[in-house]
C-alpha cells in the first residue's frame, strides 16, 4: 500500500499559496512523481486552478464553500476517489483564505484512510503588509492570521521588498514569538528551497520514543490508533476524562460489545458524540492534538483493549 504525503497550503488571500504551489509541482515535474491537487475556492468558480491543470497531476476542485465546514463530505469522497483511483505520491491541498489549520486537518484525516497518509506540514504563506496593518481587520480576521501561524510548520513572509528593515525585523520578532517551533523566511513570491519543504514532518511522533519526544518541540501532531477489537464503554469515558485540553480533535469507529456494529465517535471542544453504525468499518480513532506525547496515549488505548480481554 502506497502512503500518500500530504502538504497543506495555509494563509489569507492573496498571501502566495498558488505561487508556492506552482514551484512545488514544477519541483514534482522533476521528480517525476504522480502528484494531486486538492484546491478549494469558497466561490463556485475556481480562480487558481489553472495554476494546476497539467495531464501529469490528478487536479481535484472543491467549490462553493470552506473543506473545514461546509463540504467535509465532498472533501471526504474525493480524497477517497484519489487513493483508489489514482493512487498519487503526494497530495498538495491549497484551503481558502479563510480556514483554520485544525479545522482542514479534522476534515481531511478520515478515520476510513487517515493511516495511508503522511501529513508531511503545514505551509502558511503571510502577506507581509497585511500582517503589518492587521490591526485595520476586523477582530474574527486578526485571530484567523493568528491561527494560521501559530499552527503552521514552516511559515513563508511574502512582500519583503515592499517592508523597511525595521519593519522587516518586528514581523519576524512577533511571528517567532507566536510560533517559535516553526521556521519563519521572510521572501517576495514565495521563493523558498524546495528541498527544504521536503523535510517537513508533522505524523508518525508516535513512533518516537519518549525521549526523543522531550528532546523536540512539537506543534500540531496527529495520530491514528487502531483497536483490534471491542471496548468497555464505560472505561473509555474515564479515559477522554483524562486527556489533556489540548488534544483539540478525535474521531473514528469504537466497538463496545463483541456483536453490535461499531459506533462513529467525534469528540471536539472536549464533548464526545456516538453515533450507531449500520456497517462494519476499520476501527482506526484520528487524533489531532498539540504538543502531546502521543507515546502516552497509545498505552492508555492498548490498556482499554487488555482490560475488555481480561
Not at 518586528?170 to 519543504?197: C, H, P, W
Request: proline letters at 3%; glycine letters at 6%; hydrophobic letters at 40%.
Amino acid at each position: 500500500m502506497i502512503n500518500t504525503e500530504v502538504y497543506i497550503l495555509s494563509g489569507f488571500l492573496g498571501s502566495g499559496k498558488t505561487t508556492l504551489l506552482k514551484r512545488l509541482l514544477e519541483n514534482e515535474r522533476k521528480l517525476g512523481r504522480k502528484t494531486a491537487v486538492m484546491m478549494n475556492e469558497l466561490g463556485k468558480v475556481s480562480i487558481d486552478s489553472e495554476a494546476a491543470r497539467d495531464e501529469d497531476v490528478a487536479l481535484k476542485e472543491l467549490l462553493g464553500g470552506c473543506i473545514c465546514c461546509s463540504i467535509q463530505d465532498k472533501l471526504e469522497a474525493q480524497l477517497q476517489g484519489l487513493l483508489l483511483n489514482d493512487k498519487p505520491e503526494v497530495i498538495y491541498i491549497e484551503t481558502t483564505g479563510a480556514a483554520h489549520p485544525v479545522e482542514v486537518l479534522d476534515a481531511i484525516l478520515s478515520p476510513l484512510f487517515a493511516d495511508q497518509f503522511t501529513i508531511k506540514g503545514i505551509i502558511t504563506t503571510v502577506d507581509g503588509l497585511r500582517w503589518r496593518d492587521r490591526r485595520s481587520l476586523s477582530p474574527q480576521l486578526q485571530q484567523l492570521l493568528l491561527e494560521q501561524v501559530r499552527h503552521a510548520d514552516f511559515i513563508l513572509v511574502n512582500k519583503m521588498d515592499e517592508l523597511s528593515e525595521s519593519e522587516q525585523s518586528k514581523m519576524i520578532f512577533e511571528i517567532q514569538g507566536i510560533n517559535s517551533a516553526a521556521r519563519s523566511l521572510l521572501t517576495n513570491y514565495s521563493q523558498v528551497s524546495i528541498d527544504v519543504l521536503r523535510k517537513l514532518t508533522l505524523s508518525s511522533v508516535a513512533k518516537q520514543s519518549s525521549a526523543d519526544f522531550s528532546k523536540k518541540a512539537l506543534n500540531l501532531t496527529t495520530f491514528v490508533f487502531q483497536f483490534q477489537g471491542p471496548i468497555r464503554h464505560a472505561d473509555f469515558e474515564d479515559f477522554l476524562k483524562g486527556l489533556s485540553e489540548r488534544i483539540y480533535r478525535i474521531k473514528g469507529y469504537i466497538k463496545f460489545d463483541a456483536v453490535s456494529k461499531p459506533y462513529l465517535f467525534q469528540y471536539s471542544y472536549g464533548m464526545p458524540v456516538y453515533m450507531k453504525e449500520e456497517m462494519n468499518f476499520p476501527l482506526n480513532l484520528v487524533f489531532i492534538g498539540e504538543n502531546i506525547d502521543w507515546n502516552e496515549v497509545e498505552k492508555k488505548l492498548a490498556k482499554l483493549e487488555k482490560e475488555f480481554e481480561s
